[in-house]
């Protein structure tokens, strides 16, 4: 068996601001490290052999305050990043359903795959997300791994793991901060939590 641990990154400086936020560089809040420090005592007595992280900074640091306990290096990769959302970068939904009609049609329909224009579409994150957990084969049964990243990522790397259509990625909530942990077998994967908040219980808001 293989544990991975999957972290969503802490809450970010706009947070509040409900925008598409992907390939920008947004800056974790207060809030946001707090949350990583939580995560970091949760996470302090597992005996963590490998480190991976978005290169975006909200991720990045929340993996590096978690690794602060742990003696793994961290490697930071491209493939764990957000989407690029491309010209809806910043804009809130009110404004997608003005300027980009038929985008806010297939965000509102589960079942398409969108494509931002100037940017990615959903296949595209996908395939990088495959491309990631190819990676992961390298390490031996009976590692644990931490990987950090945004949701539609590791909402995508959920659904694989789990033999899941891709389809149904939105059907999982990941919150800010949230640990999901999925153990690796042969024969497939299990899900031994997910979306799990309760080592945020006694942060202020």
Same mark, same amino acid.
């Given at each position: 068996?293989?544990?991975?641990?999957?972290?969503?990154? /802490?809450?970010?400086?706009?947070?509040?601001?409900?925008?598409?936020? *992907?390939?920008?560089?947004?800056?974790?809040?207060?809030?946001?490290?707090?949350?990583?420090?939580?995560?970091?005592?949760?996470?302090?007595?597992?005996?963590?052999?490998?480190?991976?992280?978005?290169?975006?900074?909200?991720?990045?640091?929340?993996?590096?305050?978690? /690794?602060?306990? !742990?003696?793994?290096?961290?490697?930071?990769?491209?493939?764990?990043?957000?989407?690029?959302?491309?010209?809806?970068?910043?804009?809130?939904?009110?404004?997608?359903?003005?300027? !980009?009609?038929?985008?806010?049609?297939?965000?509102?329909?589960?079942?398409?795959?969108?494509?931002?224009?100037?940017?990615?579409?959903?296949?595209?994150?996908?395939?990088?997300?495959?491309?990631?957990?190819?990676?992961?084969?390298?390490?031996?049964?009976?590692?644990?791994?931490?990987?950090?990243?945004? *949701? *539609?990522?590791?909402?995508?790397?959920?659904? !694989?793991?789990? /033999?899941?259509?891709?389809?149904?990625?939105?059907?999982?909530?990941?919150?800010?901060?949230?640990?999901?942990?999925?153990?690796?077998?042969?024969?497939?994967?299990?899900?031994?939590?997910?979306?799990?908040?309760? !080592?945020?219980?006694?942060?202020?808001?």
């Amino acid at each position: 068996m293989s544990k991975l641990l999957l972290v969503r990154h /802490g809450r970010t400086k706009l947070h509040q601001d409900d925008r598409f936020w *992907g390939k920008t560089d947004v800056a974790l809040s207060e809030i946001g490290i707090r949350q990583a420090e939580n995560l970091r005592d949760r996470l302090a007595s597992e005996k963590i052999q490998a480190i991976y992280t978005s290169k975006l900074s909200r991720a990045r640091i929340t993996a590096d305050i978690i /690794g602060s306990r !742990h003696e793994a290096a961290v490697t930071a990769c491209t493939e764990l990043a957000e989407a690029n959302f491309g010209y809806v970068e910043g804009l809130t939904f009110r404004e997608v359903q003005r300027l !980009h009609p038929k985008l806010a049609d297939d965000l509102n329909s589960w079942s398409a795959r969108p494509k931002f224009p100037g940017g990615e579409s959903i296949d595209d994150l996908d395939t990088r997300v495959q491309s990631f957990l190819n990676r992961l084969k390298k390490h031996r049964q009976k590692e644990t791994l931490l990987i950090v990243a945004h *949701g *539609g990522t590791l909402q995508l790397m959920i659904c !694989h793991l789990l /033999g899941i259509d891709m389809k149904h990625w939105r059907k999982l909530r990941l919150s800010q901060g949230s640990l999901s942990i999925i153990e690796t077998y042969p024969q497939g994967s299990i899900v031994n939590c997910l979306n799990d908040v309760s !080592h945020l219980a006694k942060q202020a808001d």
